[in-house]
């Protein structure tokens, strides 16, 4: 609770540019966590965000900026997504050359080190010549792909908080140095392959994961974009203005079909299309007065005015857009468990590898071979099978899912995936098909279903609501229906519309309210309270009704049956409780397992408090922001570009059946990485303990890294055989 007088916590969210890897991350976080008026502060490297929780005074931009700057990096506001395109654009191209460099050269290198190794020369003058020419290939590779390196590890240090890239700059140029002393003492022994080995390898891992973080920021930029320019009321006339310079206060135009640009409140009743904010199936009849956000679509064949109550930038639209960001900076359990490992790992393997040079001379050893014994150290240290461990049994199930048809767009996501304790549906297009589909009708005595279906087309050609196309679609399956010149006598947006045919006179479909303001009675007729219903008249009266509902898939009550053996399965949905009540009832959900009417901020709400780590599967732009929430977010297969470029993962077949063997295969491919995980801790407790005490060559450490790195491939293989 917020103490009486205590200042009220803030919260900001920024772009911390020049980051090169995870290390660069946690040094950041170590060094302004301590700061005087910060509560907690955490920043995510794959979307380069630094979000800060504290007094306001303490976390604005330019009480932050400067610290940051000494440590070289580079903080400004939170840039949009064209900007962290272009950014990450440039540090792909920026990677790719110099891992063309270090493929090129780094290729002579380690092709002069194997005629060595294998003894294929014909005497020691040449291998020495050899050598001499793989440490002149090796020399563009260490200067020039390595730089990244090097730099992250100065400013790590410079942080106190040295990670990764500091063993690795100390390994390579302790190649390096070792190399030339060797040559220049006559020996052909030289180890620049190693250097060159870890660079190159290293930038490809730093490559892929570039292009995988450039992937997801899409999620940000697929919500909905109304267009950037409005039509306001100002000097006694309608004038076209940026939506920048529109300030709440302004009265606006909004055109129908066409997406709402900003926040505020209607002057006039209009029917409203939702879908993109609440996942309602249908859209809603806003009474004048009430409140519409931008991103919603106006229907109806009418402009309607609005006075305007947010402007750009402050919109409902942003903060989701903000929150999206938020979420994405937070970390898990399993992030914050890696953390700490790396956060003493790294200064355990450089302390030992810096002492073991002079406790080598203390214990009598030569120069030449206490720097080979402290080369093999930081080689055996630096942690090429910790870092096999898990990637290689990820792309292993991976595989598997993608067999299955689950796509993982980041493998990280399939140790969330393989812990996960709740699933949360959404409604609409995930466990149902999406759109209306005719579950039964019934038709005035006399009348033939051809003759009706031939009429209905007639009508619901003229309409664009949903229901109208629904029925469209059932009736036009029959080629010969021809849709003839209608007239439009009088249409109500989302109630109804009445036409006038030339071969059928007047023709009424709608609601049952708006035919019964048309002064058309109606008989009583068995209902299905769940379903929406439509009904056709002609001048005679009525002619028939039709029940319409969003069919679930075929295979989703036998999933969620499977699913609901292991976990808490939930359906979340802004559709009304009627529909949502029934989907419920076919599927074997309970009811307190469904909620209904919830808005995006809402659902979001509720995945975070439902048991971890969770797994949310959504179709729609409304989704986006529950998808960031959960642990793992999922896209079923029709979903919308916003839920597809926002979720970790995709479901390539229709329904939700994928995911029954997907996430079996998940906790499978979790305890290979356990395994690996284990297998490389004990060869580099046992390597380490090695190289101390007796001498080993570098090569022969180089072979250990091979040896403990094939280890872990077999096993992560073993996930490939299962049948």
Known sequence: MQAQGEPIAKEALYTLNG????????????????????????????????????????????????????????????????????????????????????????????????????????????????????????????????????????????????????????????????????????????????????????????????????????????????????????GAKWQVKPLAEVLPSARVMLTPGELIALDGILEEAAWVDTASLTGESMPRHFPKGEPVYAGCRLLGSTNVSMTVTHALGDRRLDRLRDQMRHYQTQKGELQKLADRFAAWLSPVALILGIATLPVGLLLGLGLEDAAVRALSVLVVACPCAVGLAVPLASLAGSGRLLNQGIALRDPAALETLARVKTIALDKTGTLTQGEPVLVNWVGREGVTEPALKATLYQVAANSQHPLAQALKRWAGSDPTYVSRQAQVIEEVPGQGVHLHLPEHGDIWLGSQRFLTRQGIELPEVDTLLAASEVI?????????????????YEDAA????????????????????????????????????????????????????LPGPTLFVGDGVNDTLSLAAADIGAAPFNASDAAREGAAAHLLKPGISSLVEGLATAQATRRVMLQNLTLSAVYNSLALGLVIVMAIPPLVAVLAMVASSLSVTLNAARLAWRD
């Open 536 to 552: 056709l008249a002609d001048a005679q009266g009525w002619l028939g009704s039709f029940y319409l509902e969003d069919t679930p």
């Open 558 to 609: 036998p999933s969620i049956q499977s699913l609901q053996a292991d976990y808490w399965v939930v359906m979340l949905s802004g559709d009304r409780p009627g529909a949502v009540e029934a989907v419920a009832e076919r599927l074997g959900l309970a009811p307190n397992a469904c909620f209904a009417e919830r808005s995006p901020e809402a659902k979001a709400r509720l995945v975070q408090g």
């Open 19 to 234: 980051m090169w890897c995870t290390s660069c991350a946690l040094a950041v976080e170590g060094v302004l966590s301590h700061r005087k008026g910060i509560e907690s502060i955490s920043v995510h490297y794959p979307t380069a965000t630094l979000w800060v929780k504290g007094a306001a005074e303490a976390i604005s931009l330019d009480t932050l900026a400067p610290g940051v700057k000494r440590l070289g990096y580079r903080l400004t506001e939170l840039e949009v997504g064209a900007d962290a395109h272009a950014r990450l654009e440039q540090e792909s191209r920026y990677l790719s050359l110099r891992l063309l460099v270090g493929s090129v050269f780094g290729m002579w290198t380690m092709l002069a080190s194997l005629l060595i190794y294998a003894g294929a020369l014909p005497n020691p003058t040449i291998e020495w010549v050899v050598a001499w020419v793989s440490g002149a290939f090796s020399i563009p590779v260490v200067t020039f792909a390595g730089w990244p390196f090097y730099r992250a590890g100065l400013r790590t240090l410079r942080a106190k908080r040295p990670g990764m890239d500091v063993l690795v700059t100390l390994g390579v140029w302790s190649a390096v140095v070792v190399s030339f002393g060797l040559l220049w003492r006559g020996s052909a022994e030289v180890y620049f392959d190693t250097a060159v080995m870890l660079i190159v390898l290293l930038l490809g891992g730093r490559l892929v994961e570039t292009l995988c973080r450039h992937r997801g920021l899409k999620a940000l930029d697929v919500l909905p974009q109304p267009k950037g320019e409005a039509l306001v009321w100002e």
